[in-house]
């Protein structure tokens, strides 16, 4: 069987995690390149992971394009820009393991991946994918004219056939407002094939009021009338839900093991994103796919930084097969 073709828009950016003049380790990071990480390491042999964005010609651009091909990433549709240095981030933990960022990132190489000489090029190879992804960061680090030329993009790869990922991922400080997100989440939303959306990111960008079972409910019908076709919501420790938006099938509850100690929870939902992912287009059913994801997560968030080691998450991707799953 050939690998699907799954090609992922975003930024990638060099991480600080630690305390301001205290002990720091030095990494990378980025919501989206997470979820490629990951998704290339759940689906190895069945997936042919492929990461949009634009980097330096710095030492720490090579030295982490060099890391992502070690992870099995097809980086040919990285753009090298030698005007532009990758941004930064700083992550400080609470003792609960909540993060919180200090970014870096207004004038890095991915915020002028469009305006790249050789776009035009990226933009035929992503004719030849099975799928895309991408996140509302990677619509919000653009500028606007930018921003309308990709949702442009990416309405004609739909009209192809193209399977569309996003996961809404809302960061307030990189829109110019709430009502800007809005517009774009809607353009996007109305060729999405499947969205990712967290209930606290929902709350904050549309104001919901709602809470438990109605708040699902009310966030489920707004993203049917936008024109989603099927959409999972992560609730954190309560798991997530699903629903076929297409048919408005029963809301399906699929809940996540706990984790007794949780130690970082930055890129929870970018490995849950891979794990999902990586079972749906394996052929699993949406309760084994979630299920998958919510076991790359819980894994993920019991160590520090966004990606964590090979060894961490072998356990979990060594099963990611139609075949293995089941018998665990």
Not at 122 to 143: D, F, N, R, T, V
Request: with cysteine; hydrophobic share 40%; aromatic share 8%.
């Amino acid at each position: 069987m050939r690998a699907v073709k799954i090609a992922l828009i975003g930024e990638c950016m060099i991480e600080l995690n630690g305390e301001p003049f205290g002990a720091m380790t030095q990494s990378y990071g980025g919501d989206v390149l997470n979820s490629a990480v990951y998704l290339a390491r759940a689906g190895k042999g069945s997936l042919d992971v492929h990461f949009v964005t634009a980097m330096g010609v710095d030492p720490l651009s090579y030295g982490m394009i060099t890391r992502w091909r070690q992870e099995g990433i097809d980086t040919s549709l990285v753009l090298t820009d030698s005007a532009h240095q990758p941004g930064l981030y700083l992550i400080q933990l609470d003792e609960q393991g909540e993060r919180t960022f200090l970014y870096w990132r207004n004038n890095s190489a991915a915020r002028y991946l469009l305006r790249h000489v050789d776009y035009p090029k990226i933009y035929q190879q992503l004719e030849k994918m099975g799928a895309l992804y991408l996140s509302g960061i990677s619509l919000a680090i653009l500028p606007e004219e930018d921003r309308q030329r990709l949702l442009n993009d990416l309405q004609k790869l739909s009209s192809q056939g193209k399977t569309i990922f996003f996961d809404s991922n809302y960061r307030p400080a990189l829109w110019e407002s709430a009502a800007q997100a809005r517009e774009s989440y809607q353009q996007l939303y109305a060729i999405t094939d499947i969205a990712l959306v967290t209930d606290d990111d929902e709350i904050q960008l549309w104001g919901d009021v709602s809470t438990g079972a109605n708040l699902v409910s009310e966030i489920f019908n707004r993203l049917q009338k936008m024109g989603v076709k099927q959409a999972i919501i992560k609730a954190g420790a309560q798991g997530c839900f699903y629903r076929d938006l297409r048919e408005q099938t029963e809301i399906q509850h699929i809940a996540a093991p706990p984790i007794a100690t949780v130690i970082d929870t930055t890129a929870a939902g970018d490995a849950f994103n891979a794990g999902f992912i990586a079972g749906l287009l394996n052929g699993e059913s949406i309760e084994n796919a979630a299920l998958m994801g919510h076991q790359l997560a819980g894994v993920v968030i019991q160590h520090k930084g966004a990606i964590v080691s090979k060894i961490a998450t072998q356990q979990v991707t060594g099963c990611f097969s139609v075949q293995n799953f089941h018998k665990k």
